[in-house]
């Protein structure tokens, strides 16, 4: 919408449609999005030749936002090419606009040249959208959560069995103090009835009343011990109106984080996933509450529903206020240094 005559391409695997998509679209400048900084580090990656064409064209590159996954080649051709051409694929790049300092001193380690490498953080804590697409049935859940005034929890992108495990036997130990604690769970996956069963069979143990969101009628007043969100697409409307958040663990925290949620998570996120640059940010940064098992899960739902929401809401506006500003930093980075034509 913002570039109604632009003219957008998909790339495929054939080399030769590139390098001729390239020939017919000349261009003045390439920026390349959050690939993986070295060459072969994930599978979503940027083939050198594209870069060595662009260069046989002069036109200058910026990659932008850049991160590492430390994948390994996934074949023997990759890790002849990354052990030939890594050092000359870095310095393809006019400019390497990087997350983190230790991004930065990698590239350094494998040859990218000092000046051409900036730290500006991660482009990903600029795009916190606070909108909300409410359904009218969705705006009368919300109304009765609001109108319950019963401390809310909900754990949102939950995947594992011994994820659901995890959260309902927090859910349980933080209700023995706060007796009308409240839990909304979504599954990562609803759409497959064994994890919906193996769910319902946890709360089953625990004796805990829940109901299913895609069965609530428009009579729906009273929110019982649980409500599953069998659904798609609330999730986000649902953490607005929540005390304490849970994200299930390589999930987006960003959707909470946005609405100035307390959010916590698990440890050991998996490093090659896209979410992982974003939680070790906010890890860094100490944004959300990294736990262990079900106790501390427990203690944490009870302590952050004692502290004032004023308390909170700040120490997430300020700290979200410090990472924000990315993107900005590398639009001014790309104008310093080149002049396009108009």
Known sequence: ?????????????????????????????????????LLHDAPCRLSYGVLRTLKKYQVPICLVNGWLYGYKPACKQD?????????????CFDLLSVQTEQVKQTLLANGAETKKVVVTGNMKY?????????????????????????????????????????VVSAYVKAKQTL?????????????????????????QQYDLQYDFKSKLTTTFTQLKDVLIVDTFGQLKALYSVA??????????????????????????????????????????????TVLSDESALAECIINQHQSTDTEIIQVIRNKLKQLS??????????????????
């Not at 609001?146 to 809310?152: A, G, I, M, T, V």
């Not at 409240?182 to 769910?199: D, G, N, S, V, Y």
């Open 79 to 91: 890790s002849i090419e990354k052990l030939l051409f890594e050092q000359d694929y870095l310095n």
């Open 179 to 203: 007796s009308t604690l409240k839990l909304i769970i979504a599954p990562r996956h609803p759409e497959k009835p064994e994890q919906l069963t193996a769910l319902e069979g946890i709360l």
């Open 1 to 37: 919408m913002q570039f109604p005559n632009a003219e957008v391409a998909v790339l495929n695997i054939d080399f030769r449609d590139t390098a001729q998509l390239m020939f017919d679209y000349p261009s003045q400048l390439a920026i390349v999005c959050e690939i993986p900084a």
């Open 243 to 288: 005390d304490t958040c849970y994200v299930g663990m390589n999930h987006n925290i960003l959707e909470p984080l946005s609405l100035n949620k307390p959010v916590m998570v698990l440890d050991n996120w998996e490093k090659t996933y896209p979410s992982y640059p974003v939680f070790e940010i906010a890890v860094q940064a100490k944004m959300i």
């Open 126 to 166: 600029d795009n916190l959208d606070v909108s909300l697409i409410l359904t009218e049935q969705t705006q009368g859940l919300l109304h009765v959560l609001q109108q319950q005034h019963s401390p809310l929890f909900v754990a949102g992108c939950v995947t594992n069995v011994w994820e659901y495990q995890l």
């Open 325 to 342: 500003g990315a993107c900005s930093k590398n639009i001014e980075l790309i104008k310093s240094i080149f002049t396009l034509e108009t």
